[in-house]
């Protein structure tokens, strides 16, 4: 085979899909678009007999060959052979056996494209609960394809699909000679047609021009033939595409008698519905939905204390010995007070992130957080969304710009444009080390009960908040934006499974190096120019300024010590940093902001979460070499030059909700330019936000000070 071999990966959503890729691939992979979409493109190499090295694609999940969202249309092409870069070998096709009529139809339809298939049975044990039993031979006679069951979790069958699919790009297995459905009943002149003209098509394949035609890569005389077609055999696309699926079901129905054998409709309460009953309940549901929320966030500070609390007291260490070890001089001042606090402001919040995404993981494969959208779609309805906006929602708790770009998803265009407005209102990740530093300095550590942390309630309460103000802005918007299409909300709720905890372990890995080399980067790049910007300034007064507390210090000897800090603090305040903060602080000052956060404020507007970078910069060019506390006892120590605290209760809570409300991301502002087409939306989003943030912190300041 002179070209790699490429494997696309098809089936339906919560087939199992995303477990057999990450199976067959391993750690191996890697995230891009698909060819000209913004549509996320999952790859990974996979090492099949006689040591062939093959392309693994997983293409979004898709229920028939009819596509409706952009991410189907993707697949579809692929499948179709109408994507110019992707052209697999062969398809692999995840189908649920614990949901095996609804499967069957997509995968019969690929089966009828005539393309090398071979179908990977999952969720077999979820089956045998089910009493479901399936005669693998009889349904692969039926079928005409190779059909392996599975057990990602186990990691069982593997090796032998992995042959199975060898053999069918060698050519060993070929697709089946007899049509699933007699396609050509559906419409015979027209399909014979259509073969004329593109020779080697299957029939079913056929069907498909005559229906998706206009949307493929054919020359101009090729389109105007098979539209001369439609007309002239008055082929109905919609009465065909009705029939096609009444037959497949019938002829589903009887390959199911001759290779499945179940128990009866009213043996088949599961306990998963019985949960339901409770999960689901219109009162109890929500109680319990807010429990989970409640017992996540607190997570977060029960366990990640300890991790964070001996990465802050290793870094003062390591900063304390190379302040020891290296010779004085601008070269250890940067190291030492923009690059160790730049990697500190990092490292302390890798333990938090990987506990916030390891739990929405845990309840992403148990199967609750699609029950989430479920719960809250009357909810959604009330705000002019619907309970497709909530997964958007959900998944912007970890950055807003892949959530917004799976707006697309929702296919009515007044939803999708209030989901895109909202989204960068739920608190990402990148809001979680801003949240949690505040938390820290203005939110005592008591608990209730001996484990109900206030500290934890207090970020419950942001999160939920964001989520309240989202609703809010877009029930206000609901009036404001004249666009009237109607929606549907169809959702299918998946069984309940225990996670695999390999996949959970996966996840939190592949989130913390996100963040450390992804923000990370950003974070470092702005410290060390932060640095400059904060030990340099106006040469005569930075000049004038070292001189005069020289000369206070030889004079006062005793008072020395002191002298010096004031000085680093003149200093700081009289840097290029500190009179861009100065210009600045009249406009924060009614928030209870200082200069040192102003500054903060302008660097984060790249990345939120550097605004912990730029704190511990500012502070430790401030302390000099001498000060040896973590970022938390000296901000806890800052004070006016009145000698009163900067971070009390109202200022952390008027900067936390600044942090929650305004849009301070230029990634998210620039990916809603792309989704929406143009910049009226992002400045919309930019002054809406802003000025919200502004009106709310200021009422918090002034209530609470």
Not at 224 to 248: C, D, H, M, S, W
Not at 260 to 270: F, I, P, Y
Not at 635 to 652: C, F, I, Q, R, W
């Amino acid at each position: 085979m002179s070209k790699p071999i490429q494997i696309a990966l098809a089936g339906n959503p919560n087939s199992g899909k995303s477990s057999l890729f990450n199976s067959l691939t391993g750690l191996n992979q890697k995230v891009g678009n698909f060819p000209g979409v913004t549509v996320d493109k999952h790859s990974g190499f996979a090492q099949l007999n006689n040591n062939i090295k093959a392309e693994v694609i997983d293409l979004p999940g898709s229920y028939s060959l009819y596509p409706r969202r952009t991410d189907e249309w993707v697949a579809y092409k692929v499948l179709i052979n109408q994507d110019t870069e992707i052209q697999p070998d062969a398809v692999v096709v995840a189908v649920d056996a614990s949901n095996l009529k609804r499967n069957l139809l997509f995968a019969s339809q690929l089966i009828d494209l005539k393309i090398p298939v071979v179908i990977a049975l999952t969720m077999m044990d979820i089956a045998r609960q089910k009493e479901i039993r399936i005669d693998v031979l009889a349904l692969e006679r039926e079928l005409g394809v190779p059909i392996v069951p599975v057990n990602a979790r186990r990691n069982k069958g593997f090796e032998l699909l992995k042959k199975r699919i060898y053999e069918t790009v060698s050519q060993t297995y070929r697709p089946p000679a007899f049509d699933f459905i007699d396609n050509k009943q559906l419409a015979p002149a027209a399909i014979a047609t259509v073969k004329e003209l593109l020779p080697g098509l299957s029939d079913y394949a056929s069907l498909h021009y005559l229906i998706n035609h206009e949307s493929f890569a054919l020359n101009h005389s090729l389109q105007e033939k098979i539209e001369q077609t439609e007309i002239t055999n008055n082929f109905q696309p919609t009465a065909v595409q009705g029939t096609e699926i009444v037959q497949r079901y019938q002829r589903i129905r009887q390959v199911m008698q001759n290779s499945v054998a179940e128990r009866t409709q009213k043996e088949k309460q599961l306990y998963a519905e019985q949960i339901d009953k409770v999960l689901l309940h219109q009162h109890w549901g929500y109680i319990i939905l807010l429990s989970v929320l409640f017992l996540l966030f607190q997570s977060i500070f029960w366990i990640a204390q300890y991790p964070m609390d001996l990465i802050e007291t290793v870094f003062v260490q390591i900063q304390t010995w190379f302040q020891t070890v290296l010779p004085a001089g601008w070269f250890t001042d940067l190291f030492l007070n923009g690059v160790l606090p730049g990697l500190s402001g990092i490292l302390v919040f890798v333990p938090q992130i990987m506990i916030l995404f390891g739990l929405i993981t845990i309840l992403e494969e148990t199967g609750y957080m699609a029950r989430i959208s479920f719960l809250t779609d009357k909810l959604m309805r009330k705000a002019g969304l619907n309970g497709k906006s909530v997964m958007p929602m959900i998944s912007a708790f970890a950055c807003a710009v892949p959530a917004i770009m799976s707006v697309r998803n929702i296919e009515n265009r007044k939803e999708r444009l209030l989901t895109i407005l909202i989204t960068p209102l739920m608190s990402c990740s990148a809001r979680l080390p801003v949240y949690t530093i505040l938390i820290a300095l203005v939110v005592p550590q008591k608990y209730s009960l001996g484990f109900l942390s206030l500290q934890g309630l207090v970020m419950m309460g942001l999160y939920l908040f964001g989520v309240v103000m989202a609703l809010v802005v877009a029930w206000i918007a609901k009036r404001l934006i004249k666009i009237k299409d109607k929606s549907f909300f169809i959702l299918e709720l998946p069984i309940y499974r225990s996670p695999r905890w390999k996949n959970v372990l996966y996840t939190m890995i592949e989130k913390a190096k996100v963040f450390v080399f992804n923000a990370g980067k950003v974070i470092m790049v702005i410290s060390l120019l932060l640095w400059v910007l904060s030990s340099y300034g106006p040469k005569d007064i930075m000049r004038e300024t070292n001189v005069k507390y020289e000369t206070l210090k030889q004079q006062n000897p005793s008072s020395a010590a002191v002298l010096e800090k004031e000085k680093q603090s003149m200093l700081l305040q009289n840097s290029y940093a500190g009179v861009m903060g100065k210009y600045i602080e009249p406009v924060i000052q009614p928030l209870g902001f200082d200069w040192k956060i102003g500054i903060a404020l302008i660097t984060s507007f790249a990345a939120r979460e550097v605004f912990v970078g730029t704190m511990a910069t500012l502070y430790s060019v401030e302390g000099g070499e001498a000060d040896k506390q973590t970022l938390r006892h000296k901000m806890e120590a800052a004070t006016n030059p009145d000698g009163s605290k900067v971070y009390t209760l109202a200022t952390g809570v008027s900067l936390m909700l600044f942090y929650l409300l305004a849009m301070q991301c230029m990634s998210t502002l620039a990916v809603v330019r792309r989704e929406t087409q143009g910049w009226k939306w992002p400045i919309i989003q930019l002054l809406y936000m802003t000025g919200l943030a502004y009106v709310m912190s200021m009422m918090a300041y002034w209530l609470l000070r």
